[in-house]
């Protein structure tokens, strides 16, 4: 059976988030423990920008995910791991909003407004509240941290796919090579 | 006779309007607080500890007197460890000097509820003089004073070293403050 792929957009989007999510991650636990100086704000800074991007694209992709049905599970799945690969899928895109908006409330909480690209100012949505700030950090983190659970399992599921079951689950999201078709 | 009239009764309050001098301050309703920009975007920071002793009388602005000691070490600049360095040598250098102060010099009146205070701002050993426009609130027998001004704090050497760049944290500093003070 012909390999049914990700639309082109779809695997642009995928492959771009994967990399300023990585990008990103690896920021935000690097950044978090350096010493005050003016590298450590400027990378928050940087952090703050890439953030409000991935939002964004986010939005983008959210969009185009609802517009373009992706190829379907192969047949050959059982029935509970189709299920824990859309519950999954879900959680990955929950988690992708969900995380950059307890960044930027954490920033307004902390009153650091967050100016994307020095650019355009993004609202406050909440006051300057220590209380609140320190929580939304808390929040933050964890978020991340179960982000990172669930890409240990997307990845883990994606490499089992290609070498275990021998599917060609990897393959529709590998970009296309243009002999194919 | 009307203008004598007026004039009577004008010469018969001059003497109460003087009487009105605000120079109980209150803390709790008095604020020292500023705006500093990090990367283009503006922060709020403001001093917990500060004392201020104030006489104005609202008839006489030009004889009003004002000055402010703020402990330098109650700085909230949003982040606690913003707090930790901006203490440290490269910034305030609190141990070695933990009050920054204010002694105004001369009023002008500038009409209406307006003022412009010269004074002389004292930070970290160093002097410069500054202009402060304020206007005041008088209600019953308590004002409200709020003023702003700028400085630069590369003039007060006030972030040292790797801080002495601007491309992070900009040069320019508003101090905003507001001082309510009573009658006696």
């Known amino acids: ?181 | 006779m009307k203008r004598l009239a007026c004039a009577l009764a004008f010469a018969t309050l001059l003497p109460a309007a003087h009487a009105v001098e605000y120079t109980q301050v209150q803390p709790d309703k008095s604020a020292v607080n500023f705006v500093y920009k990090q990367m283009g975007v503006a922060v709020d920071g403001k001093f917990r500890k500060f004392s201020s002793q104030l006489k104005f009388d609202p008839a006489k602005p030009t004889a009003a007197k004002a000055s402010f000691d703020v402990e330098l070490a109650s700085v909230d600049t949003g982040a606690a460890e913003g707090d930790e360095e901006v203490a440290g040598k490269a910034w305030f250098n609190t141990k070695a000097f933990p009050t920054a102060q204010f002694v105004s010099t001369s009023v002008k009146a500038l009409g209406g509820n307006k003022v412009e205070v010269a004074g002389r701002l004292t930070i970290k050993g160093k002097t410069q003089d500054v202009v402060v426009p304020a206007t005041f609130t008088a209600q019953g027998n308590t004002a409200v004073f709020d003023g702003a001004f700028t400085i630069r704090r590369a003039d007060f050497t006030i972030g040292e070293g790797a801080w002495a760049k601007f491309d992070i944290v900009a040069n320019d500093v508003q101090i905003k403050f507001r001082i309510t003070a009573a009658t006696k």
């Open chain 1, 1 to 181: 059976m012909a390999t049914q792929h990700y639309t082109s957009t779809a695997k642009a989007l995928h492959w771009l988030m994967a990399i300023l999510l990585f990008g990103l991650l690896a920021l935000g636990f690097y950044m978090h423990d350096l010493p005050l100086s003016p590298d450590k704000l400027k990378l928050y800074t940087w952090h703050k920008w890439a953030g409000v991007s991935a939002f964004l694209l986010v939005g983008f992709r959210l969009l185009w995910r609802f517009t373009h049905r992706p190829p379907a599970l192969p047949g050959s799945m059982p029935k509970f791991m189709q299920f824990a690969a859309h519950a999954g899928h879900l959680a990955l895109y929950a988690l992708m909003l969900a995380i950059p908006l307890s960044g930027w409330l954490m920033s307004s909480a902390k009153g650091f407004q967050t100016v994307w690209f020095g650019v355009l100012p993004i609202p406050d949505l909440l006051e300057k509240n220590k209380e609140v700030g320190d929580l939304l950090q808390t929040v933050h983190m964890s978020l991340n941290l179960l982000f990172v659970a669930v890409l240990v399992g997307h990845i883990g599921a994606a490499l089992k796919h290609h070498f275990i079951d021998k599917d060609d689950i990897l393959i529709r999201m590998a970009p296309r090579h243009s002999k194919e078709k």
